[in-house]
């Protein structure tokens, strides 16, 4: 047995089958990647047993299930996690929030549903958060916008519900590392609030194909960090911002 392996990449193959319940038994791995392979079934709760995980990395494959509630176990350790573009789904697991290293959480492109778990406000390191492509509903928590270290977030292609993640806007001179914004394919409503000019690090915001309503906010144009902005398929209404 492989009792030393730190690091483990076998991504980009063509590896099928299930993952190997003694990978859980690799007590040293900091450092697991199997994306980019045809691997199936649920991810086995064994692989969180390493308390050393930093790194793991599952994406593009074929697995099903929901994310084990064993992750708790890595909660000192876990600094990346990529799930995304698989066929998981079932809601997502609270245990996740116990993860207080965190930096990048990606899980889209999955079949994940439900509401978001307000408790991923705690993951105060968070930086990237991937949530696109899942059958999310209800809002998007208030506790997310305390995520003052967040440059990533995609929220877009679910059914979240409510107005323009208003709790941020009220953060933004504390939200000024916030890069990117996607919001998109939603069904949210309400305006755009004009005080979304104080998210002044934000580079692109999507907010299309939702039910966005009222004029779009007259200050945007004074934003001079965005470089996109992609608003269609709404029910804005009004003149085009003189600021633009």
């Not at 990647?33 to 709760?45: C, K, M, Q, V, W």
């Not at 308390?51 to 350790?77: A, C, H, M, W």
């Not at 107005?163 to 998109?184: A, D, I, K, T």
Request: aromatic share 12%; charged share 10%.
């Amino acid at each position: 047995r492989l009792f030393s392996l730190r690091i483990l990449d076998l991504s980009s193959n063509v590896l099928y089958g299930k993952i190997p319940l003694e990978v859980g038994y690799l007590e040293q791995l900091v450092f697991l990647s199997l994306a980019l392979n045809y691997l199936t079934g649920p991810i086995p709760s064994q692989m969180f047993q390493s308390k050393l995980l930093l790194e793991l990395f599952l994406q593009n494959n074929y697995l099903t299930g929901t994310i084990p509630s064993d992750i708790r176990n890595v909660n000192e350790s876990l600094v990346y996690i990529s799930v995304g573009q698989n066929l998981m789904g079932g809601t997502i697991t609270s245990e996740i929030c116990w993860l207080g290293r965190l930096r990048e959480l990606q899980i889209d492109n999955n079949f994940f549903e439900g509401n978001l778990p307000p408790c991923l406000g705690q993951l105060v390191h968070l930086d990237v958060l991937y949530l696109f492509s899942n059958r999310l509903t209800g809002i998007i928590p208030t506790e997310l916008a305390k995520l003052v270290k967040l440059t990533y977030a995609d929220f877009g292609h679910n059914y979240f519900v409510g107005q323009f993640w208003p709790e941020l806007v009220n953060m933004g001179s504390y939200q000024q590392r916030l890069n990117y914004l996607y919001m998109n394919d939603n069904l949210l409503t309400g305006r755009i609030p004009e005080a979304i000019s104080t998210l002044a690090g934000l580079y692109a915001l999507y907010v299309s194909n939702n039910y966005f309503t009222g004029p779009l906010p007259s200050n945007i144009g004074n934003m001079s960090s965005l470089f996109v902005l992609w608003a269609q398929s709404n029910q804005f209404t009004g003149p085009i911002p003189e600021s633009f």
